[in-house]
Each structure stands twice: as C-alpha cells, then as structure tokens.
C-alpha cells in the first residue's frame, strides 16, 4: 500500500523533469509544437491568424487554445464552398493522428486569435497554451510575422 504515493511522486517527477515530446512510456502523452507565427494584426482589426505544426506521439485531438493576448482563440478551418473561401470554428477539436505531423497553415486550418488586446506587429511574441483531449497542455511562444505561403493544392 505505500507503494502508490512513491509511484505517483515517481511519475510526477518524470513528467516534469522531461522534455516536452521526448518518448516514454508514460501515462500522458506528448505533442510536439514547431513553427508557430501569427500574422500581424491589419490596422484596425482585433483578430489574426496563427500558424504551427502539431506532432502528437499518440492519437490525440486539440480541443482548445487559450492566449492572454486575446480575448479568445478558435481552432478554424478554411474550404472552398460554392467557388468562396469560407472559414468556420472546429468545435470539436483537431484530431491528431500517432505520429503524424499536422499542419496549421494558411488556407487551411488555423487558430483565429479574436479580441486582440493590443497590436501584434512582426518581432512580437504571442502566449499560446494548447489544450489536448490526453496530453498535457503545451505553452508556446508563437512569433509575429509572415508566414510562408502554403504550397498550392493540386
């Protein structure tokens, strides 16, 4: 029976001594972040669009991001609909396959900062902090900038 509190201290101490997306067996699972920028904010407007690269270890979806910078973010996506570009709030999240490298790109899924606080202009940082259906949250400092131009389809 005094096993379980050393485990679970064990674990703990793991858990917060690894390095965010290193493999292990343990209970939560890892999402790695790379490339994460957010456009400028157009004079005059209170929302942007964030971009990065998902890699989750195990199937798993985002269901949410938060950032103090604005009031609140939404996962988005964009498609062609009756010849327009339409974009909508993915309400139930983004799944996330094992392995599996997912793209938040310009014209296709995004993060849609709304009620931006302040200006963001290129050199700014913006606090993101991504919620997963099992992994841990993950906090990322996403750069203002311009992103690179997604690759055309087809």
């Known amino acids: 029976m005094n096993r379980a509190p050393i485990l679970a201290a064990a674990l703990l101490a793991l858990t917060a001594c690894s390095p965010s997306g290193s493999g292990g067996s343990g209970e939560a699972a890892t999402v790695q972040v790379a490339g994460a920028i957010c456009r400028p904010t157009p004079v005059g407007r209170q929302m942007t669009g964030c971009y990065l690269t998902l890699t989750s270890a195990a199937a798993d ?5 938060a950032s103090p910078d604005a ?9 062609i609909e009756s010849g327009m570009m339409m974009m909508r709030e993915i309400r139930d999240g983004l799944p996330l396959p094992a392995g599996e490298a997912v793209a938040l790109a310009p014209g296709g899924n995004h993060l849609m900062l709304l009620g931006v606080k302040e200006p963001l202009v290129a050199g700014d940082t913006v606090a993101l902090t ?25």
């Open 61 to 65: 979806r985002l269901v949410s991001v």
């Open 71 to 79: 009031g609140r973010v939404q996962i988005h996506e964009s498609r």
């Open 130 to 154: 991504l919620t997963f259906a099992t992994s841990a949250p993950v906090e990322v400092a996403a750069t203002v900038g311009q992103p690179t131009p997604a690759p055309a389809a087809n």
